[in-house]
């Protein structure tokens, strides 16, 4: 057969092929689409007839199984054996020499913790280590409505706030903080470390900017690290640096998308216990276009006439804060805490803020406290002059007299912080685990003499060491009480002062 009749026969075999497919129903349409498509887009075409191809080979393939075992089996022995062998990490790191000489000599107090209380070994001392600074835990009246409430609600409501958590009593106190500070609403949580770590990650998220003091207490921080936001910090109560870097981060954020902003600050510093000057804060805020979270954990009840805060001793409405952030425990012997502003901030938190969306609600007892002490507040504002006229007679014995310390704390605040004065620390070259041994000593020749007292025990740096390379100086806590008289707060600060002098003196 030579060329001529293989092309003929070829000719011939794709003409009967033809008409064996123009003879298909649709196969006009299907021929007509293919030249089309091939005149118009061939690399349509060529993707196509691809699909096809790799349809046809999917469908031809071999069946495989899922469930196929990729890892190496081992015996029982050999389980064992590395079971045996492996030592998971420490949940916390191994307590120091001297934390656990600290533990072993930690006071015990049996029954309530007022301002003369008993110890486990039977001694009774006066108690200055304590935030029972209005003696409200002896408060007869207080005593009867906690029980009151006790006895109609319960101890607790055993679920969320959203999920039938919420009673009358917790709605009545929200309406008598927001009236007590001037803020349009107000929103209670269970828990006061919960509240500010809860409320900055509320509104502040990843690629916002939040501003921050590094002097802020560890509850803040772990705020700011759950955030996870772009943190810019300013030394401690400098505003001429807060002012550079609120300029460096507008100028930054310029030519960038908007972002939310934020200050963050406390009204009383936990590690520190001075004031922060907010009628400047808020004139920087405004003019740099950032929101304001404002922690008063420490200052709500302590400062101002009625102990409505830090807005109310340095004369600033309310409303000009974004959020005010405070605790119910402490001053107020409750428990829980609280953030006020608008309405919008308010109920954004009601289904947005991890501590209040998944935890129980606040217990009726602690919700009905709150608002009774906040009364009293309101009411009988002598127990805060009576409460800053012991911290004066308490002043008066240690911070000019004491060769040794100096007193951090604002004059307001009945937490007073006593840090080693520097030429003491630099005379006897006292590195900060020294400082720390020797106010313990304090303490425990404090408690000798039957005054009981504290250290300021912070907890470790929660986001961004690196950047915030600030630690709180070792310290002594000295917490004042309307329970003790004059004379008695006079007693316990030459106490203090003489411990302080026996100590450090016996230091070489």
């Known amino acids: 057969m030579d060329v001529q009749d293989v092309h003929g026969w070829l000719v011939k075999f794709l003409d009967e092929v033809s008409d064996s497919f123009q003879?298909?129903?649709?196969?006009?349409?299907?021929?007509?689409?293919?030249?089309?498509?091939?005149?118009?887009?061939?690399?349509?075409?060529?993707?196509?007839?691809?699909?096809?191809?790799?349809?046809?080979?999917?469908?031809?393939?071999?069946?495989?199984?899922?469930?196929?075992?990729?890892?190496?089996t081992l015996s029982d022995e050999e389980v064992d054996e590395l079971v045996e062998e492996w030592t998971p990490e420490p949940l916390v790191a191994p307590l120091s020499a001297f934390e656990e000489a600290e533990n072993e000599k930690r006071p015990v107090i049996v029954g309530p913790t007022g301002p003369k209380s008993k110890l486990s070994n039977g001694r009774t001392v006066t108690n200055l280590a304590s935030y029972n600074y209005y003696n409200f835990i002896a408060n007869e009246t207080l005593k009867e409505k906690a029980i009151q409430t006790l006895r109609t609600y319960g101890v607790g409501p055993c679920g969320p706030p959203n999920f039938?958590?919420?009673?009358?009593?917790?709605?009545?106190?929200?309406?008598?903080?927001a009236a007590h500070i001037g803020a349009s609403a107000c929103i209670i949580y269970a828990q006061a470390f919960s509240t500010i770590s809860s409320v900055i990650p509320a509104f502040s998220k990843r690629g916002?900017?939040?501003?921050?003091?590094?002097?802020?207490?560890?509850?803040?921080?772990?705020?700011?690290?759950?955030?996870?936001?772009?943190?810019?910090?300013?030394?401690?109560?400098?505003?001429?640096?807060?002012?550079?870097?609120?300029?460096?981060?507008?100028?930054?954020?310029?030519?960038?998308?908007?972002?939310?902003?934020?200050i963050v600050t406390e009204g009383l510093f936990e590690n520190v216990g001075d004031m922060v000057d907010l009628p400047k804060i808020l004139e920087l805020k405004?003019?740099?276009?950032?929101?304001?979270?404002?922690?008063?954990?420490?200052?709500?009840?302590?400062?101002?006439?009625?102990?409505?805060?830090?807005?109310?001793?340095?004369?600033?409405?309310?409303?000009?804060?974004?959020?005010?952030?405070?605790?119910?425990?402490?001053p107020l012997c409750a428990g829980g805490g609280f953030c006020v502003g608008s309405d919008e901030i308010v109920e954004h938190q009601r289904i947005s803020s991890a501590a209040y969306t998944f935890s129980a609600a606040l217990s009726a007892m602690l919700a009905t406290t709150a608002s009774e002490s906040i009364n009293l507040l309101q009411t009988t504002p002598d127990i805060l002059t009576q409460s800053r006229e012991n911290i004066k007679t308490m002043w008066a014995q240690l911070d000019p007299r004491s060769d040794w310390v100096r007193c951090t704390s604002s004059i307001e605040n009945p937490m007073m912080l006593l840090v080693l004065k520097p030429e003491v620390v630099s005379q006897k070259r006292l590195s900060v685990a020294d400082q720390e041994i020797l106010l313990q000593d304090v303490v425990d020749e404090c408690l000798a003499n039957g005054i009981l007292i504290t250290r300021l025990k912070?907890?470790?740096?929660?986001?961004?060491?690196?950047?915030?390379?600030?630690?709180?100086?070792?310290?002594?806590?000295?917490?004042?009480?309307?329970g003790l008289s004059r004379k008695e707060i006079e007693r316990a600060g030459i106490t203090i002062r003489h411990a302080i002098t026996k100590v450090v003196k016996a230091r070489k």
Not at 172 to 177: F, L, R, V
Not at 218 to 223: A, D, P, Q
Not at 230 to 249: A, G, K, S
Request: charged share 25%; net charge positive.
């Open 23 to 72: 003879k298909l129903p649709g196969s006009s349409i299907f021929l007509r689409y293919v030249k089309s498509s091939y005149q118009n887009d061939p690399v349509r075409s060529g993707i196509e007839l691809f699909l096809c191809l790799f349809a046809v080979r999917y469908l031809l393939a071999p069946a495989y199984s899922t469930q196929k075992k990729s890892y190496v």
């Open 286 to 330: 405004h003019r740099y276009k950032f929101r304001l979270i404002l922690d008063e954990s420490w200052s709500f009840g302590v400062l101002g006439r009625t102990g409505r805060g830090i807005t109310e001793h340095q004369n600033v409405d309310a409303a000009e804060v974004d959020m005010i952030v405070g605790s119910l425990a402490g």
């Open 164 to 177: 039938y958590g919420t009673q009358d009593v917790h709605m009545k106190t929200e309406a008598d903080i």
């Open 208 to 262: 916002d900017i939040i501003v921050a003091d590094r002097a802020v207490n560890y509850m803040v921080r772990k705020g700011i690290q759950i955030s996870r936001s772009t943190v810019r910090w300013y030394d401690h109560n400098d505003l001429e640096d807060m002012q550079r870097v609120l300029e460096r981060v507008v100028k930054e954020q310029a030519k960038k998308p908007l972002t939310r902003r934020f």
């Open 458 to 482: 912070s907890m470790p740096r929660a986001s961004n060491a690196k950047e915030a390379d600030w630690e709180p100086q070792p310290a002594l806590k000295v917490c004042v009480t309307t």
